[in-house]
Nanobody
Framework: EVQLVESGGGLVQAGGSLRLSCAAS????????IGWFRQAPGKEREVVSC????????YYADSAQGRFTISSDNAKSTVSLQMNSLKPEDTGVYFC????????????????WGQGTQVTVSS
């Protein structure tokens, strides 16, 4: 059974940093793409960043480029999202996601989702 367990969310002031982690299990980690989606209040879920574990290629949404860094620890089957220079518009529930077929790209459309972790950035 695929499991994605997020941690690291919280409340932070604008300009601060948070590090989200996703512990993955139940599948061959290096064969998948894993990413982070965000759902802001009143908005649809959107991809923030993702990584193809096998070759390390990554994608960042324009809103995340230059501020967020996604990384994987293959030995621990974890993916982290380091978020710096946070803005109030980064507020939302962040979901760790994966898919057996789809690859990380702008059009990433994963089918497996974690429970989510809340990130709140105050102004």
């Amino acid at each position: 059974e695929v499991q994605l367990v997020e941690s690291g969310g919280g409340l932070v002031q604008a300009g601060g940093s948070l590090r989200l982690s996703c512990a993955a299990s139940g599948f061959t980690f290096v064969d998948y793409a894993i990413g982070w989606f965000r759902q802001a209040p009143g908005k649809e879920r959107e991809v923030v960043s993702c990584i193809n574990i096998g070759d390390g290629t990554t994608y960042y949404a324009d809103s995340a480029q230059g501020r967020f860094t996604i990384s994987s620890d293959n030995a621990k089957s974890t993916v982290s999202l380091q978020m710096n220079s946070l803005k109030p518009e980064d507020t939302g529930v962040y979901f760790c996601v994966t898919d057996q077929q789809d690859v990380c790209s702008r059009d990433y459309d994963p089918t497996m989702w974690g429970q989510g972790t809340q990130v709140t950035v105050s102004s």
